[in-house]
């Protein structure tokens, strides 16, 4: 997208949603659209989120393999799994859904998987293939159990069953400000995480409304927070509703 076409497109976007809820997408379209509301609905532009896209098309064996294996998830895990949905949800600051009904249905379908050594210690969900590709995630390690290389192992093996059975490519979301995250799929010869991974870069844009001190919503002076365009680690400044007028 050009500029000139984000220009052009934004009147009608707010004239169809003068909420707004957030803008996805690569740079320099972001940008561009960022640019646009700020032109027209006079706000202010502010650093948000930014996510990378990694994905593999081949599994290296890893040089430091955990104890355990990987397993399917059943029925008899489904407490667990509830908990670390739940875990997972407040630790990335990301909307809950219907936890219960969500882990449910991925156990059924075959769609989440766990790595088990004595006890559970991971998971990781997966999406059905589409256009050869599978989507992962969320990968979760509860914190007493992590930096025992569990999550890399679990998302190495799910990545190399989905290659030799109804997928090309392997890929997953991550935060570029969780190391952790990134550490999964790093693209590093050296790295005992490498798992022959790409990345691409990815943005998201939220737009906020000011808030009153009587908690009235106005307009006015709304704020879009929106990702770096520096394929890094951004500083993320978020903006207090509360502290607009």
């Known amino acids: 997208m050009s500029a000139e076409a984000a220009q052009v497109l934004m009147p009608s976007l707010l004239e169809a949603d003068p909420e707004l809820p957030g803008v996805t997408g690569v740079q320099p379209a972001v940008s561009y659209l960022a640019e646009a509301w700020r032109r027209v609905a006079g706000g202010r532009?502010?650093?948000?989120?930014?996510?990378?896209?990694?994905w593999l098309e081949h599994v290296n064996d890893l040089p430091l393999q955990p104890g355990g294996?990987?397993?399917?998830a059943d029925q008899s895990d489904r407490d667990l799994l509830i908990k670390w949905m739940d875990a997972f949800s407040r630790e990335t600051d990301t909307p809950g859904t219907n936890v219960e009904s969500d882990v449910e249905r991925?156990?059924?379908d075959g769609h989440i998987y766990v790595w088990e050594d004595e006890h559970l210690v991971s998971m990781v969900g997966r999406r059905s293939s589409v256009a050869g590709v599978v989507r992962l995630g969320p990968v979760y390690t509860p914190p007493e159990a992590r930096r025992h290389g569990y999550g890399t192992a679990l998302v190495a093996e799910v990545s190399r069953h989905a290659l030799a059975t109804d997928a090309t490519k392997s890929m997953l979301y991550t935060d570029l400000a969780n190391s952790t995250s990134n550490s999964i799929y790093q693209c590093s010869p050296s790295s005992s995480c490498d798992l022959s991974a790409v990345r691409r870069s990815r943005h998201q844009v939220f737009i906020s409304s000011a808030?009153?001190?009587?908690?009235?919503?106005?307009w006015e002076s709304p704020t879009l927070l929106l990702a770096s365009p520096m394929p890094v680690n951004p500083t993320l400044t978020r903006v207090d509703p509360s502290s607009q007028s």
Request: charged share 20%.
């Open 45 to 54: 532009v502010e650093v948000g989120t930014s996510q990378a896209i990694y």
């Open 69 to 72: 294996h990987c397993r399917p």
């Open 106 to 108: 991925r156990v059924r």
């Open 211 to 218: 808030v009153s001190a009587s908690g009235s919503r106005s």
